[in-house]
Nanobody, 114 residues
Framework: VQLQASGGGYVQPGGSLRLSCVVS????????MGWYRQAPGKQRELVAR???????YYADSVKGRFTISRDNAKNTVYLQMNSLKPEDTAVYYC?????????WGQGTQVTVSS
């Protein structure tokens, strides 16, 4: 499976961004998909994940602000990020959940700053 994340950028605190991840391969057969992030000097962490059936999980730090969704017809997973904070600054990656070691892409940079 190959994944391409996009949609990052520079935004002021309180702003919004929508990340997209296009998945090549048999996307409908993949049960779990996740968004992960890695901030400078920190370990990569799971931000949100969604199963094929639509069950979701969010890290406490983003709960109520981020929404993960998937469109099986478009082989795409989205992460809607609202009320962004400076501590959300990181490189965001999509991957399966659990993550596959050989599926990490380049990610997309999100910078939240005034």
């Amino acid at each position: 499976v190959q994944l391409q994340a996009s949609g990052g950028g520079y935004v002021q605190p309180g702003g919004s961004l929508r990340l997209s991840c296009v998945v090549s391969g048999s996307f409908p057969s993949i049960n779990g998909m996740g968004w992960y992030r890695q901030a400078p000097g920190k370990q990569r962490e799971l931000v949100a994940r969604i199963t094929r059936g639509g069950n979701t999980y969010y890290a406490d730090s983003v709960k109520g602000r981020f929404t993960i969704s998937r469109d099986n017809a478009k082989n795409t997973v989205y992460l809607q990020m609202n009320s962004l904070k400076p501590e959300d600054t990181a490189v965001y990656y999509c991957n399966t959940w659990p993550a596959r070691l050989n599926a990490w892409g380049q990610g997309t940079q999100v910078t939240v700053s005034s």
